[in-house]
């Protein structure tokens, strides 16, 4: 009972091969196949899949073990990186459906089974062998409980054995953490009394390497970020000073924002120089802070054309001091960015290709916002193409400008760039679209609705609309007075047109063509941070994708989107 015995009479399950034999000799061609092809993790599903085809392909049969394969072929591109990854940062899950449930002793609490090491099954010994390593060991059927380790960042790999079914659920969870994983599938059906090929068990928990490997830590780097946004952070990056322009002007880059940009400036940087874990150097946050003083310029500029009152649950500059000042100094944040990147400490080339980089970025984001502002002058219905260019220009160059002064702070090659403008072009609309749906359907939001920017929602309400709804929505984008019972109005309209769920999808393309774009990448360390990037900014509005088979129904079919309004279990991200 629960052990790979060759006499033992009972099938396998569906999907896996029927001996041990076969399974080491199709591992054996997948681990030939991975060493040619070099896949870098973490592979997206259209990637695996693709790999899973040539594997295929290579073997001219074995399409009964597809979705056996390709759990193998994600372990294999994962099995030089975990082994890098001390044991003390893994996690190791295990099946509850090892023992046998009439003569187990073990208790069941709300993480999981209190494994009592009977003897009775391998479970007992799989479990004191892994924690005598350092292995953290959970015994658990949900993916809940993993989901919540995963978000502490205390977990830096998974080792997991389940049953094909459940791989297949977990997959998602797993590919958007970027966390290198092994999977090792239960050999038989059944919640109960099933086994598990023990010398697979033992080959990935004890899988180690020498060197060691620092793995991106984003919580440490958005420490490290939040660090340089502090009164001595901000000193020691521009000096003291008492003028009152500068002093009104660090108060503004002090005041707590998410900090994206600069955070992916120093994560490319650490990605691509291969200093995970390291302190970032000083000529790398004077880039990042650039960045930021870029940005919050924008945000200056924005709130006096856009007449905002409040941001960050404060008065706005223009608020606080007038218009006068506030312009003054977006105009100076704008300088004190560019002095910042003439000042540091990297090569007239690297200086130059970041100048150009972020005088082209600055250049574009303009054009964007006085596309809006021309809407604003003279507003009218916009079509969701329409929308989604303005998004295009106003956001994604920010994204697009970080990545790419991230590289060239570590020097990288310029192919890089290309994927990095893809990322960060979808990446972009994506998380406008989410601003929209975070703006427009939060509190109160639908009673603003007459004085809306361009919105996506609106656009895609406008498209589908007719009738008396379609006249209202014009009247909205035309910026015409509202009506008393308007915020009920609307949100019956939306409901009933299914316009969030629209938006949602929309979102969800956008996030798809992000991971997409990494495919390109050669980085491991890099392609992991922007996925695991992806996952973080979008948490709370994440979906959760339906694998029913791991196999598309067509070529460049998207995968089934469940519940769009999946929320994730666990803290906060911190980043």
Known sequence: MGKDQPGLARPTQRGVPATKRDRDHLLGEVRRYVAAARPVPPLSYNELYGHTKAVLQSLGDGKAWRNWLTVVINNETWRERLAQVPYDRRLLLLPQCLRDPGECPAAIDELGLVCRSCGRCPTGEIKAEAE????????TEGTAVVSALIRTGRIDAIVGISCMESLAKVFVMMEAAAIPAIAIPLLYDGCSETAVDMDWVWDAVRLSSREGVGWLDLDALRRQVDAWFAPAGLDTLLGPTRDPTKEVARGWLALSGKRWRPFLVAGAYQALAGAAGAPVPKAVQQVALAVECFHKASLVHDDIEDD???????KTLHERYGVPLALNVGDFLIGEGYDLIARAEVSDRQKAEM???????????????????AWARDPRPLGPAEVLGIFRDKTAPAFAVALRLGAACADADAGVGDALDRYAEALGIAYQIRDDLDDFLG?????????????????????????????????????LPPSQDLPERIGRILEALEVEEAAIALMNRYKGEAVAALEALTSADLKGLLRRVVGKIFDGLGERIAIHDLEPQAAGDDLEVGDARGRAIGAEPAA
Request: aromatic share 6%; charged share 30%.
């Open 132 to 139: 005598r390593l350092g292995y953290a060991v959970l015994i």
């Open 308 to 314: 905002d009152a409040v941001r960050y649950g404060e």
């Open 355 to 373: 100048l150009v980089t972020a005088s082209g970025g600055h250049r574009r984001l303009c054009l964007g916002q006085g596309r809006e502002l």
């Open 443 to 479: 509190s109160g939001a639908r009673s603003d609705a007459h004085s809306a920017r361009p919105s996506i929602l609106l656009a895609l309400a406008y498209e589908r609309a007719r009738g008396e709804d379609r006249d209202l929505l014009e009247s909205l984008w035309r910026r």
